[in-house]
């Protein structure tokens, strides 16, 4: 490693943890998961320690080009409109029907102005683009573009209050998971509604789904229904994986 990248390597540590100690003093972030104590859930404090003190709590995880964009396998749930499979929805079959014309998402719990958004509401707040490694726990990635909304516009739209410390998600075919207020307001967590520049597709989330750049893909929550913010963690047992699972 050459003399300057160690040397910014040092500062970017510097400033990850001064930005660190400004985030503890506004009591934005801790340095153990909710999880701890769990013995079973030991596995989240490797992680979520080392990230949390290493790095900037905004640092952005890479971009790629429009030539590097892969094929992408759906996995988990590929239609909660199939009364065939498990996850299946009535509410989800019904929207499906009406090309998801009057779906709203929920926005419940610690916030100023609880309510729906249509879908033309949401896309109405300033759009980010972004071209990114989706990486699945099965052991496979792929890169696309995704198009949508910062999660931390939405929150602000609707009032996050002081006292919210975690962001919660449901799905319509019964995914709830949770993420924190940093990864929460990081500026790549987008409410995604395009992939490679179309509708965002039913086998991939339709209408709306969770991009969380900085942990692996089954974070990023597909057909979401609602979000409640919570000013208490609710554990949700993650299936049998990791709460937190940065990369
Ligand atoms: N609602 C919901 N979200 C989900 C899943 C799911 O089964 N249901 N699977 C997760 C997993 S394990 C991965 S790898 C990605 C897969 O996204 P994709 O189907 O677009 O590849 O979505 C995640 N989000
Ligand atoms: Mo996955």
Redesign the pocket.
């Known amino acids: 490693m050459k003399k300057n990248n160690l040397l910014n390597r040092r500062n970017a540590i510097i400033t990850g943890v001064s930005a660190l100690g400004s985030l503890l003093l506004n009591g934005c972030s801790e340095s153990s998961p909710p999880t701890y104590g769990n013995i079973l859930r030991m596995g989240d404090m490797l992680t979520y320690n080392a990230h949390r003190t290493l790095l900037p709590g905004q640092s952005l995880v890479k971009e790629y080009a429009h030539r590097d964009i892969s094929s992408?396998?759906?996995?988990?749930?590929?239609n909660?409109g199939d009364s065939s499979r498990s996850?299946f929805s009535e509410d989800y079959e019904r929207f499906h029907r009406k090309a998801f014309a009057d779906w709203s998402l929920k926005v419940e719990g610690s916030v100023k102005r609880p309510g729906s958004y249509s879908m033309t509401h949401l896309q109405r707040f300033p759009l980010r683009k972004q071209i990114t490694r989706?990486?699945?726990?099965?052991g496979?990635t792929?890169i696309?573009e995704w198009t949508g909304l910062p999660l931390r516009v939405l929150l602000q739209d609707a009032g996050i209050l002081p006292t919210a410390r975690f962001v919660n998600f449901i799905?319509?075919?019964?995914?709830i998971?949770s993420i924190d207020l940093l990864d929460s307001f990081h500026p790549q967590t987008i409410l995604a509604y395009g992939?490679n520049g179309r509708n965002l597709p039913v086998?991939?989330?339709a209408p709306l789904?969770?991009r969380v750049e900085t942990q692996?893909?089954?974070?990023?929550?597909?057909?979401?229904q609602k979000i409640v913010v919570t000013d208490e963690f609710m554990d949700n047992g993650d299936y049998g994986w990791a709460w937190y699972t940065g990369i």
């Open positions: 992408f396998p759906a996995t988990g749930t590929t909660p996850g989706h990486t699945c726990e099965e496979w792929a696309a799905a319509y075919d019964g995914y998971d992939m086998q991939h989330g789904r969770l692996i893909g089954y974070k990023s929550m597909k057909y979401l």
